[in-house]
């Protein structure tokens, strides 16, 4: 089927076939492009830092009114006292992904809440010595699981274990991933890997891998930085142990916002778990007894050290109200729109291009049921550079991955196709193309 190219055809789907989903309560950032008849910049970098909802403002400034004006009695007294951020943020976090409320808890930021679900989790034996990630992890991930295989005595360049797709192929193919986790499955004690790989856009299968990872006898985990807000997600009924993600990418909840904690139900109010504690950790009824012996919660807030940060939990729940309005079956099913239609737009530049030895394709799978929004470009030039050139020359923003790749995410909370279309006619005559 012949794609209609033209600015005209996006135009018509934004405003007649398929209008945005809540672009109006986001502040969209103004185009750096003078004279542009675009007033606001195509912003396709929501796997990155999601846009600031116009709501969060006014929310923050009541917790400074609330600090002014009350004092340490803002804990207990006011319109929203501080106390009830944690139950406030529980239920619509839950939904995200797919969880029982008393399975997540919200707090720290991702990389500690990584290293705190590993004390947990990662148990090695004698004999089941190893982590399993994927060899493309984001890297903080990587030095991550490293230094907990590093700090109980064994050698992190043997006992993790990590996944490369095949000679040729970026992403992991689900069936290479369960053979290897058989191959060696006396000796895997855990398996994390991100749900949506950061660099490839590739939707892992959760709930096949989750099973192979049990029937080994090792715990799953997941890093769902790229996926919380982006994918559906069934984190519950897939069985998974354990899960961490953060809250500024899909979930708008600002910059170096919160994370969120998944731990399953059958794991909750377990003696036996091994876990960092503080005075988070202990039951309300009886945080204040001062006891130098925890007494901890049944719930995944078991795992929680610290009084709940207020300035940036604030922002998150705003966030939060907003996707819990929307649901994510509307959300994902925008998000197939978007980035279909993106990848529909690519491959008629990437053609016009080859015409002049000037190759790109997209390293994200095709099959919707195993990518997210996120579309990822190898291109033939420096991505950092080409990056900057679609944002000072076109008004386009995304984001790049050393060596070659650009990444397009059209997050349907506030991306129209309007801005797809820019991002390819962009890309098109950034590298010497005719556009579209």
């Not at 089941?128 to 109980?152: C, G, L, N, P, Q």
């Amino acid at each position: 089927m012949t794609i209609d190219t033209s600015r005209a055809a996006a135009l018509h789907r934004d405003q007649v076939t398929h209008p945005p989903i809540r672009r109006d309560q986001f502040h969209l950032m103004p185009n750096p492009v003078e004279h542009s008849d675009d007033p606001y910049v195509s912003y396709l970098v929501g796997n990155s830092l999601g846009l600031l909802p116009r709501e969060t403002r006014a929310r923050m400034n009541a917790d400074l009114d609330a600090w002014e004006k009350l004092g340490v009695r803002g804990h207990s007294h006011g319109d929203q006292p501080w106390m009830a951020y944690p139950d406030r943020l529980t239920g619509p976090t839950a939904r995200v992904v797919g969880a029982l409320d008393e399975e997540v808890v919200v707090m720290n930021t991702l990389t500690v809440n990584l290293h705190m679900l590993l004390t947990t989790f990662y148990r090695p034996t004698a004999t089941r010595t190893k982590i399993v990630i994927e060899d493309y992890a984001f890297s903080s991930d990587s030095y991550a699981v490293r230094s907990h295989v590093r700090s109980r005595g064994f050698d992190p360049d043997t006992d993790v274990l990590r996944l490369t797709p095949r000679p040729g192929e970026d992403t992991l193919r689900t069936d290479d991933v369960i053979a290897t986790l058989r191959e060696h499955g006396d000796s895997i004690a855990t398996v994390m890997l991100g749900a949506v790989n950061y660099l490839s856009g590739e939707f892992m299968d959760v709930p096949a891998i989750t099973a192979a990872t049990h029937e080994i006898g090792a715990t799953s985990g997941w890093d769902l930085a790229h996926a919380a807000g982006n994918v559906p997600l069934q984190l519950h009924d897939w069985d998974v142990d354990f899960a961490a993600w953060c809250s500024y990418k899909y979930l708008n909840a600002g910059p170096g916002s919160a994370s969120s904690v998944f731990i399953h139900q059958r794991h909750l109010g377990n003696p036996d778990l091994v876990r960092l504690e503080g005075w988070w950790t202990n039951k309300p009824q009886t945080r204040f007894t001062m006891s130098p012996v925890c007494d901890p919660l049944d719930t995944a807030a078991a795992w929680a050290v610290s009084c709940t940060p207020v300035f940036i939990v604030s922002p998150a729940l705003v966030a939060l109200e907003i996707f819990d309005e929307v649901g994510m079956d509307a959300l994902r099913a925008r998000s197939v729109e978007l980035s279909t239609y993106l990848l529909e737009l690519l491959d008629v530049i990437a053609q016009d291009l080859a015409t002049q030895s000037v190759n790109i394709t997209a390293i994200t799978p095709r099959d919707p049921a195993h990518r997210g929004t996120q579309i990822s470009i190898r291109v033939p030039v420096e991505p950092f550079a080409l990056i900057e050139q679609l944002y000072n020359d076109y008004g386009v923003l995304g984001d790049a991955r050393t060596p070659d790749i650009i990444r397009f995410a059209p997050a349907p909370m506030y991306c129209t196709f309007l801005d797809v279309w820019r991002g390819m006619d962009a890309l098109s005559r950034a590298l010497g193309g005719p556009g579209l």
